[in-house]
């Protein structure tokens, strides 16, 4: 089956700077790659997701890019808040089965 | 708020019992998958419904076992339980079968003492 890793498991940036997260994946099956944000208490959120068809995709903040040749693909988080400070988890997979990365705990430090 | 609905939030249980988590999609939504997280596996997918039939299956233990009703919520039954058992449990739900856009649940804490 797949395998997922991510890196690092925690980061700590300073408010207003950037965030990055990656991860990379085994099965060259897999074609989705969800982004989730779990805080405290909650269950995880889907903040973004990427096809296997698309090297980028942005949201605001937010950002995400892949690199099928490698199979790894990160997360950007620009201009960090505070909220932002969450558990983030990627995931990888065919169509509906995926499997997720061990996550990162992300402090934004005001 | 997801439109998940995880019942009950908390469980604490002896080992050896048996217990039941209870999970409501979002209304219109025909998959349920059900999720354990715990502090070393991360979130380990166990099995996935699709309007009341199995569509797939991760790694779900075999004293483990779930079931879609009619009215689309579903059910994870954990029988013969062990301290290891001991994680939250997620559910989520998606349009469907092949949907991948999860919502998921607030999640049932387990504990097993």
């Known amino acids: 089956g797949e395998n997922v890793e991510q890196h690092p498991s925690t980061l700590s940036v300073q408010e207003g700077d950037s965030a990055v997260i990656k991860c990379t994946y085994s099965?060259?099956?897999?074609?989705?790659f969800p982004w989730y944000k779990q805080e405290l208490g909650k269950g995880p959120q889907l903040i973004i997701d990427i096809r296997s068809n698309v090297g980028e995709k942005k949201d605001q903040r937010i950002a995400v890019t892949l690199n099928k040749t490698a199979k790894h693909f990160s997360l950007h988080i620009t201009e960090t808040q505070p909220e932002d400070s969450a558990v983030y988890f990627c995931a990888a997979g065919p169509g509906n089965q995926f499997y997720f990365g061990t996550g990162t705990s992300l402090t934004v430090i005001p | 708020d997801s439109g998940v609905t995880q019942t009950p939030k908390h469980l604490i249980t002896a080992t050896g019992q048996r217990v039941t988590l209870r999970c409501s999609p979002r209304?219109?939504?025909?998959?349920v998958y059900w999720y354990q997280q715990s502090l070393d596996q991360g979130l380990q997918f166990l099995i996935q419904y699709y309007n009341g039939e199995e569509r797939a299956k991760g790694n779900i233990l075999e004293r483990f076992s779930a079931q879609q009703f009619p009215d689309l919520h579903s059910e994870l039954n954990l029988s013969s339980l062990e301290l290891g058992d001991s994680a939250l449990y997620f559910c989520?739900?998606?349009?469907?079968?092949?949907?991948?856009?999860?919502?998921f649940g607030s999640g049932t804490q387990l504990s097993v003492l």
């Open positions: 209304s219109g939504d025909l998959s």
């Open positions: 989520a739900s998606s349009v469907g079968g092949v949907e991948e856009k999860l919502f």
């Open positions: 099965d060259s099956a897999s074609n989705y």
